[in-house]
């Protein structure tokens, strides 16, 4: 991730919780992640 707290505020605002996100199956997350209207390539779990 690039900066620790703006990517929790990005993740939180869309609703996610970062750490749910990590124990997630990888397409999973993926798919959450454009669900939510954000880039799954910016996050690193």
Request: no cysteine; glycine share 4%; aromatic share 6%.
């Amino acid at each position: 991730m690039k900066d620790q707290n703006t990517t929790k505020t990005e993740l939180e605002l869309s609703g996610l919780d970062p750490t749910e996100l990590e124990f997630m199956d990888p397409e999973e997350r993926k798919k959450l992640l454009i669900a939510s209207g954000l880039n799954p390539k910016k996050y690193d779990f």
